[in-house]
């Protein structure tokens, strides 16, 4: 299993710094969250630093999975916006695009987004047309530019469960390049099933994995231990559905100690994993 770790847990360092500390500590990809000190899309020299961070990640031997969740990066006073489902919603189309072909440059193995928070004004109906019509849009460029789109059901927002990602998937046409990308904490937030049975019932739509302790009913990600998630049986899921992409923290508020909650977590997801093998064996015997 390829671990690694989200760049948004190391928002107080210069990217550069957080891929040595990431890959110091023997994560074998990055999830990189695409802000305002982490490779702007907005940023002046754009193609120059792309290729820079490509010829990082490569001499780090560090794969890459783009993330889109920036809080102020389109709008500086509101935080998330616009998303796909507001009146402005053409930026983020734009920002999701320019995402996509960042994620052709870096060799990305997935690009992850979500559909936002419906605003009051907009009823339910008119948020799911334009969630739609959004989500085509972003698939063109994604199919120009050969990438893999992972859309990541969100606690409250419009699409926050693996139900709601279905019905999309289903609203799009069931395209190819089109999976999803799972928060393991989010499955116990405000899933029904057990976590393990939400990693094998979307096992063939399975492009990217976000993975964090958490509490039902609570959206709060975790170091792990702190929450009520059995990590072990989790990793088993993931291994017995074929998975074999990154498997990437998800810490976003614990950039204050980045350093430390990384070591942390690399230390207890090896020993989960080991757990987990040792747990298969003992059920084969």
Wanted: charge should be negative; proline fraction near 5%; glycine fraction near 10%.
């Amino acid at each position: 299993m390829r671990f690694g770790y989200g760049t948004n847990g190391f928002a107080n360092h210069r990217l550069p710094d957080a891929l040595d500390v990431i890959a110091g500590l023997g994560y074998e990809g990055v999830a990189l969250t695409l802000d305002h000190s982490h490779l702007d899309p907005y940023a002046d020299g754009l193609g120059r630093r792309v290729a820079e961070v490509a010829d990082k990640l490569r001499d780090l031997g560090l794969a890459v999975v783009v993330e889109t969740g920036a809080r102020y990066l389109l709008d500086p006073r509101r935080k998330h916006a616009p998303t796909l489902l507001d009146d402005d919603r053409d930026l983020r189309v734009d920002f999701l695009s320019r995402a996509v072909a960042i994620g052709a440059d870096l060799g990305a193995e997935a690009v992850s987004f979500w559909s936002g928070v419906r605003p009051a004004r907009i009823d339910r109906a008119t948020a799911w047309s334009r969630l739609v019509d959004g989500c085509e849009r972003v698939l063109d460029a994604a199919r120009r530019a050969d990438v893999t789109l992972g859309f990541e059901p969100e606690p409250g927002m419009l699409v926050e469960t693996i139900d709601g990602w279905r019905r999309l998937q289903e609203a799009l046409g069931s395209p190819d390049g089109f999976g999803i990308t799972l928060d393991i904490g989010h499955c116990r937030c405000n899933e029904p099933e057990p976590v393990p049975r939400c990693v094998a019932a979307v096992a063939a739509h399975l492009v990217n994995v976000q993975i964090d302790d958490m509490r039902r009913g609570v959206h709060e990600h975790l170091e792990f231990g702190e929450g009520e998630i059995d990590f072990p049986p989790v990793l088993r899921a993931l291994d017995d559905a074929g998975y074999r992409g990154l498997v990437a923290v998800e810490l976003p508020r614990h950039s204050h100690a980045a350093p430390d909650v990384a070591r942390r977590s690399i230390e207890f997801l090896r020993g989960a994993e080991q757990e987990s093998r040792r747990e298969g064996e003992g059920r084969r015997a």
